[in-house]
Nanobody, 125 residues
Framework: QVQLVESGGGSVQSGGSLRLSCAVF????????MAWFRQVPGKEREGVAV???????DYPDSMKGRFTISQDNAKNTLYLQMNSLRPEDTAMYYC???????????????????WGQGTQVTVSS
């Protein structure tokens, strides 16, 4: 069983930065995909970034250059550094894990079996 616990959300002004953390509890297989998603009420969950067990990351074009996903395996923690935040980045952010061995893709949120409870990010203009 895997448990994910996010932290680091909050309120920030446009142009500001936040770093989200996701503590991972439980056994993570050799091949995994970790991801950050976000969701606004009434809209579909949106992939923000993924990183696999080889350290390869990927982002939607709208996040490239602003968001950076990273992992500290010694601390069993996943991070999301968010810079140049915009009001449209306001959402609940979720950490997720895919242990199926399928390709690591932020578009395939159905592949992710484990989810955290979310942390709210609010960006004001």
């Amino acid at each position: 069983q895997v448990q994910l616990v996010e932290s680091g959300g909050g309120s920030v002004q446009s142009g500001g930065s936040l770093r989200l953390s996701c503590a991972v509890f439980g056994y993570i297989y050799v091949d995994y995909c970790m991801a950050w998603f976000r969701q606004v009420p009434g809209k579909e969950r949106e992939g923000v970034a993924v990183i696999d067990s080889h350290g390869i990351s990927d982002y939607p074009d709208s996040m490239k250059g602003r968001f950076t996903i990273s992992q500290d395996n010694a601390k069993n923690t996943l991070y999301l550094q968010m810079n140049s935040l915009r009001p449209e980045d306001t959402a609940m952010y979720y950490c997720a894990a895919d242990l199926s061995g399928d390709p690591c893709d932020y578009r395939d949120y159905d592949d992710f079996s484990y989810w955290g409870q979310g942390t709210q990010v609010t960006v004001s203009s």
